[in-house]
């Protein structure tokens, strides 16, 4: 039986080096998390959200999968939007994607890969949306432009889920963000996608 010893000893010198900065910090995070923020990201190991923001564990609510996408049948990505937003009350609901995203690539291609196949298959779909604009782009231009337009469409998916759309009608104070990472210099982009209510979803996807 194989045991993953090096990955415990690296947890004791994380733990330990945490506590010699801060000795109340996990007495403290282990009495409630009180995050701002949901971050809806890929399960790209590159791209890890707490990092990339700089936040330490207990701001930032995460669910990840493959090309982050927001599907209103997955109860899964559901229920983690409706347990920040009804319980967490988080004040904003960040769909982070990025440039060179696998799964991306694989939805650009028409080889089978298995059961990803089916989830892919809502990426495809916003590569149909916008096949004019995608056309017209070399190949690398056009996988970057699918990533940006891919979380484009899942920000507005998250926008129009039923728990969004309830939180916005309560009058909560909750923001839907569209932004993109890049693994080459570690920045990320605002897509200028910002809704905070159900009436700036309809100008801005009219």
């Known amino acids: 039986m194989k045991k993953l010893t090096h990955l415990f000893e ?7 080096e945490i506590k010699e900065k801060d000795p109340d910090f996990f007495a403290q995070l282990s009495k409630q998390q009180a995050p ?15 990092q990339i923001v700089a936040l330490p564990p ?47 690539k694989a939805a650009m291609n028409n080889e089978e890969h298995g059961l ?12 149909r949306f916008h096949t ?11 996988l970057n432009r699918l990533c940006e337009l891919n979380v484009l469409e899942q920000a507005a998916n998250v926008c129009n889920t039923s728990v969004v759309q309830n ?6 104070d909750l923001s839907v963000h569209a932004w993109i990472y890049s693994i080459k210099n570690g920045l990320l982009r605002d897509l200028n996608l910002s809704v905070s209510s159900c009436k700036e979803l309809e100008e801005k996807t009219a």
């Open 36 to 50: 701002e923020y949901l971050w809806i990201g890929c399960s790209d190991s590159r791209v890890p959200a707490n």
């Open 167 to 172: 939180a916005w009608k309560n009058g909560a």
């Open 132 to 142: 004019e604009e995608l056309d017209a782009l070399e190949h690398h231009d056009r």
């Open 10 to 16: 690296r947890n004791v010198a994380w733990a330990n």
């Open 58 to 104: 207990g701001e930032v609510f995460v669910h990840r999968n493959i090309a982050n996408v927001v599907v209103h049948t997955d109860l899964n990505c559901l229920s983690v939007i409706q347990f920040a937003v009804d319980v967490l009350k988080v004040k904003h609901i960040v769909v982070c994607g990025h440039y060179g995203c696998g799964g991306i």
């Open 116 to 127: 990803i196949d089916n989830w892919l298959r809502h990426i495809k779909d916003v590569d």
